[in-house]
């Protein structure tokens, strides 16, 4: 299958993914017992379909017994460079960069699929599956297993060269190919910098994540209420999370090249002022419409309460009196109770007087008591 793999290799490059691997489909026995024990301990959180076909997850052949191989390809996208700004005076929020542009789930797709087509070209009938973020697949296993990168401590997958800014997209196949003899050599050394300087703490060592920390979950897949411990370390993070590819030094080169970018620094308090068909006409083909006007609204309300800025108050107390959701209200009285000033006070006096729903009474009484 050499031939083929070349060709194959080709189109890769052609279609723009700038790594391509090739992996014998087994059994992933080493995961086996680290899975079970991560879903029994509630680390899915709200992420219910982690739990759905663990099996499936553990050992692709069964989707379908007659895969053998996974073709495993790399998709870049731009590392973020944001305007050097001061967050605080100009209120805006941060944005991960992988979000930046349509989706890419649509993008990553329809280029993975021009590969998986160049496959069925040359090898008439065979069977291929396209995933991208997306199936009951452990992606990065099976990169890793192609040869890609090695797990980092802040548990993406590194490359030496493309760092970590870059989506997988895998092709489950039935045709094979030579698997690589031996994995990538892991590079991480003595370097701590991303568990160290993520914000909630999120990273421990043994290359273990708990999503229940991690700031890229909590505002994008977690439907609920933050909760407030965690609030104030969110910053001005309202959708994802770069801090753990910002500082690792495989990365440290790359957001120099990119160009300045605004949309990843939107103003807190127009996003705040959204409704719902504002929301639509923006996000409709983003990423960030996963998280939901209410998700992303509520993390906005946070990111103004952590920003300590006075001129905060006045969208906050908007969103308080006239917002549609009681979970974005809710949060717009937390970050109004971060502040001293009498006119957040007052906001959240006559709130209290009229608010009918328990929940948001609740973060109205709170904010009350523990306001500066």
């Keep these: 299958m050499r031939p083929l793999a070349k060709q194959l ?3 890769a490059l052609e279609q ?5 691997g090739f992996a014998a489909l087994r059994r992933l026995d080493e995961r086996a017992e680290f899975f079970s024990r991560w879903l029994a301990e509630g680390r899915a959180a709200e992420m219910g379909w982690l739990a759905k076909s663990p099996e499936k997850r553990l050992d692709p052949r069964l989707i379908d017994p007659r895969l053998r191989s996974a073709i495993m390809l790399a998709w870049p996208y731009a590392p973020p460079r944001i305007p050097e700004i001061d967050w605080c005076a100009e209120m805006r929020g941060r944005i991960a960069a992988y979000a930046l542009g349509p989706d890419y789930h649509e993008t990553v797709k329809a280029r993975a699929t021009a590969v998986a087509k160049e496959l069925a070209t040359a090898r008439p009938g065979s069977v291929t599956r396209v995933y991208v973020d997306t199936g009951p697949v452990f992606e990065r296993e099976w990169a890793a297993d192609a040869r890609l990168g090695w797990f980092g401590r802040n548990t993406n997958l590194l490359n030496r060269y493309h760092g970590s800014y870059f989506f997988l997209a895998e092709i489950l196949t039935d045709a094979e190919f030579d698997a690589p003899a031996e994995p990538y050599r892991e590079h991480c050394g003595t370097c701590r910098r991303c568990l160290d300087l993520c914000p909630t703490g999120a990273l421990a060592d043994g290359y273990m994540l708990e999503p229940r920390l991690c700031i890229s979950y909590l505002t994008i897949e977690h439907r609920g209420p933050i909760p407030r411990a965690m609030r104030p370390r969110l910053g001005a993070w309202i959708f994802g999370c770069d801090v753990c ?3 690792c030094p495989w990365n440290a080169d790359d957001a120099a090249a990119t160009p300045v970018n605004e949309e990843l620094a939107p103003s807190l308090a127009a996003l705040l002022a959204l409704d719902d068909d504002g929301f639509r006409r923006r996000f409709a083909k983003s990423a960030i419409r996963r ?3 209410r998700g992303l609204l509520r993390n906005a309300a946070i990111a ?3 920003s300590g800025n006075p001129a ?3 969208p906050l107390t908007r969103a308080l009196a006239s917002e549609p959701e009681p979970l974005v209200r809710a949060h717009a009285a937390w970050a109004l109770g971060r502040f001293a ?3 957040a006070h007052a ?3 006559r709130a209290r007087a009229r608010e009918p729903n328990p929940s948001v009474l609740a973060e109205i009484s709170l904010a009350l008591e523990r306001a500066p």
């Design 245 to 247: 590819q910002e500082v």
């Design 291 to 293: 998280t939901k006007r």
């Design 304 to 306: 103004l309460g952590n």
């Design 312 to 314: 905060a108050i006045a």
């Design 341 to 343: 000033a009498s006119d």
């Design 9 to 11: 290799e080709s189109i």
């Design 347 to 349: 906001a959240l006096e």
């Design 16 to 20: 723009g993914f700038i790594l391509i």
